[in-house]
């Protein structure tokens, strides 16, 4: 058994997308990103990283590959070299499309429809072909092994076991794993083929325990022969302290709002499991109560675009934004326009918004990380109250800080808001001391630590 020190060590970190986006000249930037990708440079505080993400549709055109100090002016203990590799522009777009309106729904336990069997071995296939095409553009004999990150590279750990056999590779699973089985024999089928290429891996984590739980169910009694050579870990992400407390000391303040009136604020993608709907209509309810000698109280939403290809996501925007108008027509005595809608990915704005908010909404209905409401714990300046649900991935570890909406319906958020607002200033002064310090203990420096040290064995025995 062969050990690697620190500084030797060189990781392949492969990912479905990379945090490059570009200007109108084409000039690289670094561009905002969720989920585990915003965290996956803390990787590079203790190893080198080699960062292969397959091509989206906005980089054509672009290099292929990119430093990422350069791009970002951030500076880790070892370098971050991102390539980005074109696969078939169809498969692509087809693996896409299964993984957005099958896998997705799927993984969060949403209904999905059945296929027929030569339907969904299509669908599956160009799953499989683009991670073998990913795969073959990241292969290096200097990677002291890989790591694999998003359940649509499920199948990159089997296909790199036959070409780097003695190579370590550990697979994170951000999203969650359904806590029981489907009933759909498409739904059984499509995690039995996730599943399989994940348990070619050495180790695979997982955000929270009960998702690790879920996924060795489902293995025991249906893989159970793969799964007796992997490790299975919880370590969940987490966001940069020192990042944020940084960038939080050098921002303008870019909100329209006073001191003494109420913020409260969604930030998500327009994506159905982020429930923004029915966050819009619970805050509605609440302010058709408001009285016109309070202090004003906004909801500022801001929603980045999300899979905009797709008829079902676009109608889910324009819903939105439709609701928004509704809305603030039925709040018309209130004599100003109490909820404001920002569309885009300004992560600027949406920092601030943060760092200001008395009442942070995060109520999914399904969601695996939600670093939302991590970000907001640790910028917030004003004791402001996380409102969230026990289907938030975060909440496994801060719900005991956090008020919890039992419902996930307008009512049901409204009512939680309500338990919100009549909290005493010691209890939330309490709650955020307690959220800041439970992040700052597990934050993504532990995190990444986590990752490295399945790393540190060369060969395994």
């Excluded at 018309?332 to 569309?343: A, D, E, G, K, T």
């Excluded at 109520?363 to 910028?379: F, Y």
């Amino acid at each position: 058994m062969n050990l690697v020190t620190e500084g030797e060590l060189k990781i392949g970190v492969l990912s479905r997308r990379a945090p490059i986006g570009h200007t109108a000249d084409l000039t690289a930037t670094l561009e905002h990103v969720g989920g585990l990708t915003r965290v996956l440079p803390a990787l590079a505080e203790f190893a080198n990283i080699d960062w292969t993400a397959l091509t989206t549709q906005s980089q054509v055109g672009l290099p292929r590959y990119f430093s990422f100090s350069k791009i970002s002016n951030q500076v880790h203990q070892h370098d971050i070299n991102i390539f980005l590799a074109e696969v078939d522009s169809k498969e692509l777009d087809l693996s896409d499309w299964f993984c957005a309106h099958y896998i997705w729904p799927l993984l969060h336990g949403l209904p999905i429809p059945e296929l027929a069997d030569a339907e969904l071995s299509q669908h599956l296939n160009t799953v499989r072909s683009t991670s073998e095409a990913l795969v073959a553009e990241s292969i290096d004999g200097d990677n002291h092994g890989y790591f694999v990150n998003d359940f649509q590279l499920s199948q990159v750990p089997l296909t790199l076991r036959e070409l780097e056999p003695s190579k370590q590779i550990s697979f994170f699973l951000h999203t969650p794993w359904p806590k029981s089985a489907p009933s759909s024999n498409t739904g059984i089928q499509t995690l039995e083929f996730l599943a399989s290429g994940m348990l070619a891996a050495d180790v695979i984590q997982f955000q929270t325990q009960k998702d690790l739980q879920s996924f060795e169910n489902f293995a025991i009694t249906y893989l159970p022969l793969e799964l007796a050579n992997v490790q299975l870990e919880v370590n969940p992400v987490s966001v940069s302290v020192h990042q944020l407390n940084l960038q939080s000391l050098g921002a303008e303040d870019l909100l329209n709002i006073r001191e003494d009136e109420i913020s409260y604020v969604h930030i998500a993608r327009s994506d159905p499991i982020k429930n923004t709907l029915a966050s819009i209509n619970a805050f509605t309810q609440l302010a058709q109560e408001f009285e016109d000698s309070a202090p004003r109280s906004y909801l500022d939403l801001y929603v980045v675009p999300s899979r905009q290809q797709w008829p079902m996501y676009q109608e889910l925007l324009s819903e939105i934004v439709q609701t928004v108008e509704q809305c603030n027509s039925k709040l018309f005595s209130l004599n100003y326009s109490p909820i404001r809608l920002h569309i885009g990915n300004d992560y600027q704005r949406a920092s601030q918004a943060l760092t200001r908010y008395d009442y942070l909404i995060a109520c999914s209905v399904a969601d695996g990380l939600n670093l939302v409401v991590k970000e907001g714990a640790i910028l917030n300046d004003r004791n402001g109250v996380i409102v969230s649900a026990k289907y938030v991935g975060a909440m496994a570890e801060l719900e005991d800080f956090c008020i919890i909406a039992e419902e996930l319906n307008a009512t049901g958020i409204a009512t939680a808001l309500l338990e919100a607002r009549t909290l005493s200033t010691e209890s939330r002064r309490k709650m955020s001391f307690e959220l800041k310090n439970k992040i700052q203990e597990f934050d993504a420096s532990f995190w990444a630590q986590s990752v490295v040290a399945n790393f540190k064995i060369l060969e395994k025995v």
